[in-house]
């Protein structure tokens, strides 16, 4: 079988990261197509993925999404027509692919773990034939982005397109890794002092769209700890800009590349996040984690604050540094990723 995958954003590159892997064992040929956008190239480079890159972000306007939504998924669909025909095509979120697998008359299957992205789920989930999401967020939530029309592919409609699996998906994709200590050497860390993982505002996002001045003052806090008390802030800005802006502010130590952030997360005392995957892979790996964010939360983000996985910050005020590294890390849950692969591959049955 001929599968295509496709990548927008870093985490994505994670997420199928296995799937590609699990695909490719059990004999299939799986073609994989990525946007330069953020870290999603280093990524597919430093983890060995073979890839064609296609496309740019647009920016994060609605009106320079559009267009780059039209002429991304166009571009797709031509390199796709030089391709053997596709049996089915794959994304986390890529609007892109789920468009130009459906003028190819392709069926494709969408993942995601975040429900108000409205824009891009009303696409994905009327396009493609299979939403595999999460089961802590309510199918109640989604039947709006579903509509009554059934699927263009193998005859799934409405709310019953919906594959839900246990658990976080990064417990899915993590389940095989191990943290690498050359992270520490390669960002001249001291493992006998603590380490902060900070992971910047999803500014260019249509769901976030405003600077936060929480994060700004928890950057602020973590400047003076490090230049005051030794304490090692590592902030992974998610685009150039934010890389740019940061660099000059002491203390704060920003890698200029993709680096290993899952054996970082699993090194450090602590985790702040604005965005949503970073978080959630230091829940999966044990590491106690803050989130800034201030948008609406979703279902996962909900359940996991609620089972005191997560703890909300809302003023940096009350953020307690860690005065040593971190200690024993909870017990990990590691899930099979195969049966992400499944639920991807159920439209053809």
Same mark, same amino acid.
């Given at each position: 079988?001929?599968?295509?995958?496709?990548?927008?954003?870093?985490?994505?590159?994670?997420?199928?990261?296995?799937?590609?892997?699990?695909?490719?064992?059990?004999?299939?040929?799986?073609?994989?197509?990525?946007?330069?956008?953020?870290?999603?190239?280093?990524?597919?480079?430093?983890?060995?993925?073979?890839?064609?890159?296609?496309?740019?972000?647009?920016?994060?306007?609605?009106?320079?999404?559009?267009?780059?939504?039209?002429?991304?998924?166009?571009?797709?669909?031509?390199?796709?027509?030089?391709?053997?025909?596709?049996?089915?095509?794959?994304?986390?979120?890529?609007?892109?692919?789920?468009?130009?697998?459906?003028?190819?008359?392709?069926?494709?299957?969408?993942?995601?773990?975040?429900?108000?992205?409205?824009?891009?789920?009303?696409?994905?989930?009327?396009?493609?034939?299979?939403?595999?999401?999460?089961?802590?967020?309510?199918?109640?939530?989604?039947?709006?982005?579903?509509?009554?029309?059934?699927?263009?592919?193998?005859?799934?409609?409405?709310?019953?397109?919906?594959?839900?699996?246990?658990?976080?998906?990064?417990?899915?994709?993590?389940?095989?890794?191990?943290?690498?200590?050359?992270?520490?050497?390669?960002?001249?860390? $001291?493992?006998? &002092?603590?380490?902060?993982?900070? *992971?910047?505002?999803? +500014?260019? /996002?249509?769901?976030? =769209?405003?600077?936060? %001045?929480?994060?700004?003052?928890?950057?602020?806090?973590?400047?003076?700890?490090?230049?005051?008390?030794?304490?090692?802030?590592?902030?992974?800005?998610?685009?150039?800009?934010?890389?740019?802006?940061?660099?000059?502010?002491?203390?704060?130590?920003?890698?200029?590349?993709?680096?290993?952030?899952?054996?970082?997360?699993?090194?450090?005392?602590?985790?702040?996040?604005?965005?949503?995957?970073?978080?959630?892979?230091?829940?999966?790996?044990?590491?106690?984690?803050?989130?800034?964010?201030?948008?609406?939360?979703?279902?996962?983000?909900?359940?996991?604050?609620?089972?005191?996985?997560?703890?909300?910050?809302? $003023?940096?005020? &009350?953020?307690?540094?860690?005065? *040593?590294?971190?200690? +024993?890390? /909870?017990?990990?849950? =590691?899930?099979?990723? %195969?049966?992400?692969?499944?639920?991807?591959?159920?439209?053809?049955?």
């Amino acid at each position: 079988m001929r599968v295509w995958v496709d990548l927008t954003n870093s985490p994505h590159v994670l997420v199928m990261r296995p799937v590609i892997a699990r695909l490719r064992a059990r004999g299939h040929d799986v073609r994989v197509t990525a946007r330069d956008f953020a870290q999603t190239l280093e990524l597919c480079e430093r983890l060995g993925i073979e890839h064609t890159a296609i496309g740019r972000h647009r920016g994060e306007r609605a009106a320079a999404k559009a267009v780059g939504l039209l002429s991304r998924s166009a571009a797709l669909v031509r390199w796709a027509r030089r391709q053997p025909r596709f049996d089915i095509a794959l994304g986390h979120g890529s609007n892109d692919v789920t468009v130009a697998a459906a003028l190819l008359r392709i069926p494709s299957s969408t993942m995601f773990d975040y429900e108000w992205a409205t824009v891009q789920h009303t696409i994905n989930c009327r396009l493609a034939a299979a939403v595999v999401v999460p089961e802590a967020i309510p199918p109640e939530r989604l039947r709006r982005y579903l509509g009554g029309r059934p699927a263009l592919h193998a005859g799934l409609g409405a709310i019953g397109k919906l594959r839900r699996y246990e658990g976080l998906k990064e417990e899915y994709y993590l389940a095989d890794f191990e943290p690498d200590a050359a992270v520490l050497g390669e960002l001249g860390l $001291d493992p006998s &002092r603590p380490i902060v993982v900070v *992971r910047t505002p999803p +500014e260019v /996002s249509l769901y976030h =769209r405003f600077h936060s %001045d929480l994060f700004g003052a928890v950057l602020e806090r973590l400047s003076r700890a490090a230049v005051a008390d030794g304490l090692q802030p590592v902030v992974l800005p998610r685009v150039a800009s934010q890389r740019q802006e940061l660099a000059s502010v002491p203390g704060l130590l920003v890698p200029e590349r993709a680096i290993d952030a899952q054996s970082l997360i699993s090194y450090a005392a602590l985790t702040i996040s604005a965005g949503g995957t970073m978080n959630r892979e230091a829940v999966a790996l044990g590491t106690p984690v803050l989130t800034t964010f201030q948008g609406r939360l979703g279902a996962v983000d909900e359940r996991l604050i609620q089972e005191g996985r997560m703890q909300v910050l809302d $003023d940096a005020g &009350r953020l307690e540094l860690p005065p *040593r590294p971190s200690a +024993e890390k /909870s017990g990990r849950v =590691r899930r099979d990723p %195969d049966t992400l692969v499944d639920m991807l591959l159920s439209p053809l049955g």
